[in-house]
Antibody
């Protein structure tokens, strides 16, 4: 069974850096073709893709947020970490991580999500 | 503004057929990139419904189907059921943005 779970702070102050961890099980990020992505969703709004890291350490970022994002992996811990700098209240939302698998090439499954609020 | 355009809402009575459109451009759907559809219930994570334009993951009822033509794609739901009431999102890849893109989402209401 494949599972993913996001963890990190629920509240960050404006200008601070957000660090989120995705801990997964049931697959390996050393398997050819596998990737883990981050997607966020402001309250009541649409999904927004943020970043994706592949088994070979290839990294892709949303162009609009690229300057603020860093995605890394720790295959020994089965974790993917996303950092986002200079947080702003508009970054408030639920942050999800999801498997980008080699069969569907879609995001499946997703973690439960973690709500991050940016406020002073 | 989302790169992929979806109607904000659609509705239908139980048993009816509804379709949700997803309009893109020559740099995403029109360029031949696959379209994915996700279903999201309030307060829960999205779930993959359709991949590769018209394929269903294991466990997804065959009442759900996807299609693609030109710069647009559609999700069709036949035999509408009350449990289908949810938000639906399309997703693809955009070569101009060099990244994944989502539609703005469509809220399906079962009357």
């Amino acid at each position: 069974q494949i599972t993913l779970k996001e963890s990190g702070p629920t509240l960050v102050k404006p200008t601070q850096t957000l660090t989120l961890t995705c801990t997964f099980s049931g697959f390996s990020l050393t398997t050819t073709g596998v990737g883990v992505g981050w997607i966020r969703q402001p309250p009541g709004k649409a999904l927004e893709w943020l970043a994706l890291i592949y088994w070979n350490d290839d990294k892709r970022y949303s162009p609009s947020l690229k300057s603020r994002l860093t995605i890394t992996k720790d295959t020994s811990k089965n974790q993917v970490v996303l950092t986002m700098t200079n947080m702003d209240p508009v970054d408030t939302g639920t942050y999800y991580c999801a498997l980008n698998d080699t069969v569907t090439h879609g995001f499946d499954p997703w973690g439960q999500g973690t709500l991050v609020t940016v406020s002073s | 503004q989302s790169v992929l355009t979806q109607p904000p809402s659609v509705s239908g009575a139980p048993g009816q057929r509804v379709t949700i459109s997803c309009t893109g451009s020559s740099s995403n759907i029109g360029a031949g990139y696959d379209v994915y559809w996700y279903q999201q219930f309030p307060g829960t994570a999205p779930k993959l419904l359709i991949y590769g334009n018209n394929n269903r993951p294991s466990g997804v009822p065959d009442r759900f189907s996807g299609s693609k033509s030109g710069t647009s794609a559609s999700l069709a739901i036949t035999g509408l059921q009350a449990e289908d009431e949810a938000d639906y999102y399309c997703q693809s890849y955009d070569s101009s943005l060099s990244g994944r893109v989502f539609g703005g989402g469509t809220k399906l209401t079962v009357l």
